[in-house]
């Protein structure tokens, strides 16, 4: 089945603590996005890529950085310079970006992140 | 500023009776306006999404939208409500050249 893979679903992480949530999508394509949800807040765009080695800052860009690397890949670390990084991280993919195309995403099934 | 607004945080209806869910959006232009459902600890799902044409929409699992220009609205809907459908709804616009702009939710309760 194609689809998106998120890992690990659950992390727990020390403050000052450097994590890397992973995700891959076997569906070819092209664009590949990171949200964070918070209660009450939606969902707010981290950072997005649109082909390899190419990506740009979202809404909530500090404190976060990505790689693009592979098409397939688009991990997102979570860098200790994130001042509240409790919460649940969605990947998301789409064919292509903005209003040329399929644009719908197709979303992993999210990595929750508790700072102790 | 460009944005897509939920008014309502929570809607609860009785299982068998139609379901709105409303979404607004503030654009210049033409907006491309999306519904999406999550479920429980889980990714979001694709209802359906407005593009152009019809301005009535049918998507996945009984749910229709209805773009209305005039009043700026993109509002869900389902004729008949399943305890099911009870779970989180997200409206989203893709506003000019840029991602998804999602609202903040709006959490259905379908109550038997």
């Known amino acids: 089945d194609g689809g998106i893979t998120q890992s690990p679903k659950y992390l727990f992480r020390k403050e000052g603590q450097n994590v890397t949530l992973s995700c891959e999508q076997n569906?070819?394509?092209?664009?590949m996005y990171w949200y964070r949800q918070d209660p009450g807040q939606g969902l707010r765009l981290i950072y997005y890529s649109q082909i390899v080695n190419d990506f740009q800052k979202g809404d909530i860009a500090e404190g976060y950085s990505v790689s693009r690397e592979k098409k397939e890949s688009f991990p997102l670390t979570v860098t200790s310079a994130q001042k509240n990084p409790t919460a649940f991280y969605l990947c998301?993919?789409?064919?292509?970006?903005?209003?040329?195309?399929?644009?719908?995403?197709?979303f992993g099934a999210g990595s929750r992140l508790t700072v102790l | 500023a460009q944005s897509v607004a939920q008014p309502e945080d929570q809607v609860n209806v009785a299982e068998g009776n139609p379901l709105t869910v409303k979404c607004t959006y503030s654009v210049s232009g033409n907006p491309y306006l999306f519904w999406y459902v999550q479920y429980p600890n889980r990714g979001l799902q694709f209802l359906l999404k407005?593009?152009?044409?019809?301005?009535l929409v049918k998507g996945s699992y009984g749910f229709e939208a209805e773009f209305n220009k005039s009043q700026t609205s993109f509002h869900l809907k389902k004729p008949s409500a399943l305890v099911s459908d009870s779970a989180l709804y997200f409206c989203a616009g893709l506003l000019r050249n840029t991602p998804l702009v999602f609202g903040k939710g709006t959490r259905l309760s379908v109550i038997a």
């Open positions: 998301a993919s789409s064919i292509g970006q903005g209003r040329s195309g399929a644009n719908v995403l197709t």
């Open positions: 569906l070819n394509h092209d664009a």
């Open positions: 407005y593009i152009t044409g019809d301005n």
